[in-house]
């Protein structure tokens, strides 16, 4: 049955390319699961070292990167769900194009970003060697309720589960109080000195998702030295940092998608505010999103103030008067053509302005759409 299953996963993803409808993260995963519900447990797509999940709010997209940059910096072959596409069907997409169909040589490593709901399914269905918990905060409170429920859930999980190991942060409270009684080992992230970081690496990314990995590599028994040099060449995830060049003007991505988020980069803007002219704002509700937006007006208004002050301000998305009107109450001016739910029509505005280095914040779908128009490319 899992041959079958990887014959028709393949012609989709070709499909998918042959008609240019995007990456193909998700939809050769969800036909699979339809053909083949048990193909997760199946022992043919398991790679021969381990799997490692990574979960969390935020950081696990890069997080992720960075393992699989560290893990193939020393010569093994990993497999990851590279686009982003952390539910059920992008796991098993990633999965079953990572499985050979004909040769024997299958992964070392799989080394996959999961959605915190998500992540206890996953753990009843694919036998994983180690799990890496970034964080959990206010997300999406329409879609997952509160955050003790979901850390229930993990726990449950990891005890029910057969895990090697796990990697977390004891700077959190909840995860101190977090009980696991399966026999993995548990190391803490935290344990890794400040101090001990580059200070490039720390400049580039957030000081927690490196220590996540120098902890989970060090197990898999990857030196802590040879680590820090395999990253000094990583490059961000895709709308974490990253600068794309549109019409002359250079958009730096900075994805915003819950008050954890929108406050760590604004934190990291204001560092280098200086090197940018204008700040673009994009709020979108969509699905992946959420519904409930109210999560803005969690964000400190004096550090939204601080961060804008001095700078010309777009907002965007549809729910970009929504955002409007929390940068209003943080007191932040914005001239009124500034504000439009059409990115378009934001887009033409500053073109039309001397604007040649913007930050854009937007959240989750509105950074798959607006990344896309700039390089013409689809994510999911």
Request: with cysteine; glycine share 8%; charged share 25%.
């Amino acid at each position: 049955m899992l041959f079958l299953t990887l014959l028709i996963t393949r012609f989709l993803e070709a499909f998918i390319r042959l008609l240019s409808l995007g990456s193909g993260g998700t939809w050769p995963g969800h036909v699979a699961l339809k053909l083949y519900p048990g193909v997760l447990s199946a022992s043919g797509i398991s790679p021969s070292i381990g799997t490692v999940l990574i979960s969390g709010t935020n950081g696990k997209t890069t997080t992720t990167k960075m393992l699989c940059h560290v893990l193939r910096g020393k010569g093994f072959v990993v497999t990851t769900n590279a686009s982003g596409a952390n539910l059920l069907n992008g796991i098993a997409s990633s999965l079953l194009s990572g499985t050979p169909l004909f040769d024997k040589r299958r992964a070392d490593y799989a080394v996959l970003e999961v959605d915190e709901f998500t992540l206890p399914t996953v753990l009843e269905q694919l036998k994983v060697k180690g799990i890496v918990l970034l964080n959990l905060s206010r997300d999406q409170l329409d879609r997952y309720g509160e955050t003790d429920l979901i850390l229930e859930r993990w726990e449950k999980a990891v005890n029910e589960s057969e895990i090697n190991y796990v990697v977390l942060d004891k700077s959190f409270e909840y995860f101190r109080e977090m009980s696991f009684t399966s026999g993995a080992e548990v190391l803490n992230a935290e344990d890794i000195p400040e101090e001990t970081l580059p200070e490039d690496l720390k400049e580039r990314f957030h000081a927690k998702n490196i220590k996540a990995v120098l902890t989970t590599a060090s197990f898999l028994g990857i030196p802590f030295e040879e680590t820090v040099l395999l990253l000094t060449d990583f490059q961000a995830a895709y709308g974490r940092g990253e600068i794309i060049d549109f019409g002359g003007i250079n958009f730096h991505l900075f994805l915003a998608k819950n008050p954890a988020s929108l406050t760590a980069n604004l934190k990291a803007f204001e560092k280098r505010k200086n090197d940018f002219d204008a700040v673009l704002f994009i709020l979108n509700d969509n699905i992946p999103d959420g519904r409930d937006v109210s999560w803005i007006y969690d964000v400190e208004p004096l550090l939204i103030l601080s961060a804008c002050a001095g700078k010309e301000i777009y907002v965007s998305g549809v729910r970009g008067f929504d955002m409007a009107v929390r940068l209003d109450y943080a007191g932040v001016p914005i001239l009124e053509e500034n504000v439009t739910t059409s990115v378009p029509e934001i887009m033409k505005r500053i073109k039309k302005s001397s604007v040649k280095n913007i930050a854009v914040f937007p959240n989750y779908s509105a950074m798959l759409d607006f990344r896309k128009m700039l390089t013409g490319r689809k994510i999911l």
